[in-house]
């Protein structure tokens, strides 16, 4: 898809983390259901992902949750109202990006999708409004839940940090791909959910066409839950539920 200009579709949201990382390679990703249909990876290093029904979390022993133990704390249907959660079409989506500005790596670790301090365990869920099914604007959020052994306190401040050195923005490049530009980094305000939460907006280009980005990341105990909306038509600043944040806070320390 590199050097080919984007489907700019008219899209609250992309898909699947794994347009976010072919973004931050320069590359688009389309509407609901146009990549990686099919894929059920979506539980890094651990066994595959539960189905919607779920079980109710079990908390570790020694504090950082399991991979297991992570599947079964997503958000699943039912748990925000009119929101369907899925396993993350594409399978468990990591990127190679690198930045020549190492203030804000720790955006790029995010967009890999291994945020730094890396956790010990991933799980990715696709959550979709189901009320707006068949809609070409149906929003779309991508939920990345990361288990921290040791650093978990560690995430937001480093973002936090990142936001202030990387206001006017920063480029990536990863292996042969063509760099991409992101030329603003914002906060937004924040979910009032979990022991912190942060929220940031990346404005990236894609063949010279805005595409504006908004992450909230939540911190419950030794997990870390970022969520992500990615509008690839450019139009519109992505809109996440404060819902979605509220409730897997809930369900992480219940």
Known sequence: MLGMKPRLVRSRTAT????????????????SGTEGA?????????????????????????GALTGDQLAAAALVTGDVKDFAAEP????????SSRTNK??????????????DPAPSATVFRRLVNATEEGQAD??????????????ATEVLPR???????????????????EPSSFTEVKEVPAPKAGDEALAY????????????MVFQVVRTGT?????????????DTPHIPDELSVAQAAKLKS
């Open 38 to 62: 099919g894929a059920q990876g979506s539980v890094r290093d651990t066994a595959a992902a539960p189905g919607a029904s779920g079980t109710a979390p079990v908390k570790a022993a020694a």
């Open 159 to 177: 973002l936090r940090s990142a936001i202030e050195a990387c206001a006017d923005g920063f480029s990536t490049k990863g292996g042969d791909l």
């Open 102 to 115: 190492a203030a804000c790596m720790p955006f790029v670790s995010v967009i890999n999708g291994t945020p």
């Open 138 to 151: 149906q929003m779309v959020v991508t939920e990345v839940l990361g288990a921290h052994p040791s650093g």
């Open 201 to 212: 907006e990346l404005m990236g280009q894609a063949q010279g066409d805005p595409v504006p």
């Open 88 to 95: 993350l079409e594409g399978g468990t989506p990591t990127g």
């Open 16 to 31: 699947a983390g794994v347009c976010l990382v072919a973004l931050a390679a320069a590359a688009a990703c389309g509407p």
């Open 223 to 235: 997990t870390v839950v970022t969520f992500y909306a990615v509008d690839v038509a450019g139009d």
